[in-house]
């Protein structure tokens, strides 16, 4: 059973002190492909360390991350650009708008997101979207990108089935991570109305950790609660959702 985490921080300093461990643990868990999302340049030097020690196993993204769009967000994006252009990457993420922290720069979250969805169709890669309380927001860019080419993740996916629906109508898969495993995350109400063929598994880490760890530090091994719990909706074993959720990051990332 090979298992894909389509979404983890393993760079984040919350792994400092023993990275190795969490990564030996997902490991053995039977997590052998982690995608590893883009926050700003700053991390840029500890994602390509992670990939180098783990060349089998790491799968890169390159992106500004909505909350990290301030007034600089124009060299953020040349950085972007150029990882892109020198560095083999899977997607360009993680990338969005974010209305939940900060507005201040809500029009260059905007400019910064449309940018980088131009820079994917370029590059032929897949984007994977933040989305915090913005959905008609980027729902608006999305319409105004839609093409053949636009494809990528609904990253920690929260919405309703309508908002799963017309993200599903625009090429999108949805990932689901901790959330699916929370008393009040509302997703076990209509995901079995959806295909599986349109999930990915992710975790988040250290973000967004399932029951029975939630409000601790997540790790790409929890995503074994997920695992179950998706198993537990469809009704279909956990090795059976594991090899249909990694075909269908195969799909995305192409590798």
């Not at 894909?4 to 023993?18: I, K, M, N, P, W």
């Not at 700003?40 to 909350?67: I, R, V």
């Not at 349109?198 to 074994?224: C, M, Q, W």
């Amino acid at each position: 059973m090979i298992i894909t985490d389509t979404h983890t921080h393993l760079y984040s300093e919350a792994f400092e002190e023993d990275r190795r461990e969490v990564i030996a643990r997902a490991l053995d868990s039977g997590v052998k492909r982690f995608f590893i999302p883009a926050i700003d340049s700053s991390y840029t030097d500890a994602m390509l360390a992670l990939e180098q020690a783990y060349p089998e196993n790491m799968f890169l993204m390159m992106g500004l991350h909505p909350t990290h769009v301030k007034q600089n967000y124009r060299q953020e994006l040349a950085h972007v650009e150029k990882m892109l252009q020198q560095h083999t990457c899977y997607a360009v993420g993680e990338i969005g708008i974010d209305l939940y922290w900060d507005k201040t720069f809500l029009q260059q979250q905007r400019d910064a997101f449309q940018y980088q969805i131009q820079l994917a169709k370029r590059h032929r890669l897949p984007i994977v979207i933040h989305s915090r309380e913005s959905f008609d927001a980027i729902f608006a860019i999305l319409e105004s990108e839609k093409s053949e080419d636009l494809f990528g993740i609904f990253h920690c996916f929260t919405g309703t089935l309508e908002q799963a629906e017309r993200a599903i109508a625009y090429n999108m898969k949805l990932g689901i991570g901790g959330v699916v495993t929370f008393k009040n995350g509302k997703l076990d109400t209509f995901l079995e109305k959806i295909d599986l063929k349109h999930l990915v598994l992710e975790t988040d880490a250290p973000y967004l950790a399932p029951v029975p760890f939630r409000g601790k530090r997540n790790e790409s091994s929890y995503i074994l609660h997920i695992l179950k719990k998706i198993s537990d909706i469809y009704g279909k074993s956990e090795a059976e959702i594991a090899t249909i959720t990694t075909q269908n990051s195969k799909d995305i990332f192409g590798v």
